[in-house]
């Protein structure tokens, strides 16, 4: 009768041993899926080549329109065509201020 009852707690103690054995496993695989999903974000963020500024702001933008329940991507075409346009225009701007002091040189 005291064999069956060291046997279930033989038993019980090997499946806490493969239980815990699975929690680390999981926990590790946790670790790999957000370390992967970090660095695919800071790919593509990279590749838009946006300033911190930008990217604050298009973010900021995507939770306003979450938040009243309009699409994000309409937030991202526009965050994007706005950043298009503040970088034509800085570099407009660059232009006037350099043609201005070739002005005043001359």
């Given at each position: 009768m005291y064999e069956r009852i060291e046997r279930l707690r033989e038993d019980l103690e090997r499946a806490r041993k493969r239980k815990a054995e699975a929690e680390q496993r999981v926990k590790t695989c946790e670790a790999r899926l957000r370390e992967a999903e970090n660095n695919q974000i800071l790919a593509e963020v990279g590749a838009l080549k946006l300033k911190p500024e930008e990217v604050a702001r298009l973010l900021q933008l995507a939770q306003e329109k979450e938040k009243t329940g309009q699409g994000a991507a309409s937030v991202f075409e526009r965050a994007s065509a706005s950043t298009t346009a503040e970088k034509e225009k800085s570099?407009?701007?660059?232009?006037?201020?350099s043609e201005d002091l070739e002005d005043e040189e001359n």
């Open positions: 570099v407009y701007t660059y232009d006037e201020e």
